[in-house]
T-cell receptor
Framework: DAGVIQSPRHEVTEMGQEVTLRCKPISGHDYLFWYRQTMMRGLELLIYFNNNVPIDDSGMPEDRFSAKMPNASFSTLKIQPSEPRDSAVYFCASSPSRGAHSGYNSPLHFGNGTRLTVT | SQQGEEDPQALSIQEGENATMNCSYKTSINNLQWYRQNSGRGLVHLILIRSNEREKHSGRLRVTLDTSKKSSSLLITASRAADTASYFC??????????FGTGTQLKVEL
């Protein structure tokens, strides 16, 4: 099990440029989450997918952010155009199916993140 | 804010001592989890406690949950330098969204 794989590990770009972050979840996990981590706001959930379908994108800060999951083994988070305030570490996480009982939730498996710097 | 609050924000102890971190939250929860984050890495799941449980153990970790006080604590016994990391609580209410606390930075010195 290779774990959740994110690329690139570091991204430095200029304001106004398009940024695409990539994630490969653990095989067999059908939930995928995108989080953003900053010193000021901590860990924020941006969006999550179930079986490749976006379920809740209420955490996406603006229309400049978009996420896709074209298949079970790949997801992207795109920022267009990027701004300096988007600088953060972006994490992808996956988890297997939730149990049938209300309240059962599986632990998340995180990638090592992409550190984005927008100048 | 639905975010959990953790205290202390930072904790420095000597190797061999116990470390206790606390988490408070505001909503009703289904379960509460604890994660560890080493510098420059992703979060790693440590332990999950369900809302109908009061205490859970895993190796040197002990987690308690008091739903009446909306609080949880993580105890690491006989700490080691390798335990140096940030520790986060996380919880779910309705739905599948996992909300994270503000984190405690633990430093274990030799």
């Amino acid at each position: 099990d290779a774990g959740v794989i994110q690329s690139p590990r570091h991204e430095v770009t200029e304001m106004g440029q398009e940024v695409t972050l990539r994630c490969k979840p653990i095989s067999g996990h059908d939930y995928l989450f995108w989080y953003r981590q900053t010193m000021m706001r901590g860990l924020e959930l941006l969006i999550y997918f179930n079986n490749n379908v976006p379920i809740d994108d209420s955490g996406m800060p603006e229309d400049r952010f978009s996420a896709k999951m074209p298949n079970a083994s790949f997801s992207t988070l795109k920022i267009q155009p990027s701004e300096p305030r988007d600088s953060a570490v972006y994490f992808c996480a996956s988890s297997p199916s939730r149990g049938a009982h209300s309240g059962y939730n599986s632990p998340l498996h995180f990638g090592n993140g992409t550190r984005l710097t927008v100048t | 804010s639905q975010q959990g609050e953790e205290d202390p924000q930072a904790l420095s102890i000597q190797e061999g001592e116990n470390a206790t971190m606390n988490c408070s939250y505001k909503t009703s929860i289904n379960n509460l989890q604890w994660y560890r984050q080493n510098s420059g890495r992703g979060l790693v799941h440590l332990i999950l406690i369900r809302s109908n449980e009061r205490e859970k153990h895993s190796g040197r970790l002990r987690v308690t949950l008091d739903t009446s006080k909306k609080s949880s604590s993580l105890l690491i016994t006989a700490s080691r330098a390798a335990d140096t990391a940030s520790y986060f609580c996380a919880f779910t209410g309705g739905g599948n969204k996992l909300t994270f606390g503000t984190g405690t930075q633990l430093k274990v010195e030799l």
